[in-house]
């Protein structure tokens, strides 16, 4: 029996690896993802877009909406790059290799959005991922 090449526990087998890659050549955007970070960043994104959107509303509206995003906002960054006990573990020493791929997300979208709010919003929480993954 040949000797497998080892593969992180999160990719599973050697065999599942192979499989993916041979069903799915074209990667994550051609199926569904294999990356649970997704996750992350949608939820990211829609509570930075319902920040903004708080802004526009007044008095206490105001006040309950931008505080169940920010509220939101935090609660993902605990799950995926707080201390643990995380939603999502990471149960190696070091942070989890998902911080860069939602930073990276998070900047991509921000990029692609008109300058103002949501882009510095963005912007800000991917900065937040980063700072609070390398705790």
Request: charged residues 15%; hydrophobic residues 45%; proline residues 20%.
């Given at each position: 029996m040949a000797h497998e090449p080892w593969v992180p526990p999160y990719f599973g087998s050697w065999a599942d690896l192979i499989s993916y890659v041979l069903h799915n050549p074209f990667g994550p955007s051609r199926g569904p993802s294999p990356d649970p970070w997704r996750l992350a960043v949608s939820g990211l994104v829609t509570a930075v877009n319902a920040k903004v959107l708080a802004a526009t509303l007044e008095g206490a509206l105001r006040k309950q909406a931008e505080e169940s995003a920010s509220s939101a906002i935090?609660?993902?960054?605990?799950?995926?790059?707080?201390?643990?006990?995380?939603?999502?573990?990471?149960?190696?020493?070091?942070?989890?290799?998902?911080?860069?791929?939602?930073?990276?997300?998070?900047?991509?979208?921000?990029?692609?959005?008109?300058?103002?709010?949501?882009r510095d919003g963005l912007n800000q929480v991917a900065g937040q991922v980063m700072q609070r993954g390398m705790r």
């Open positions: 935090a609660r993902i960054l605990d799950d995926y790059c707080g201390t643990p006990p995380k939603a999502v573990p990471w149960p190696f020493p070091g942070p989890p290799p998902w911080l860069i791929p939602i930073a990276a997300e998070l900047s991509g979208i921000a990029n692609m959005v008109e300058a103002g709010a949501l």
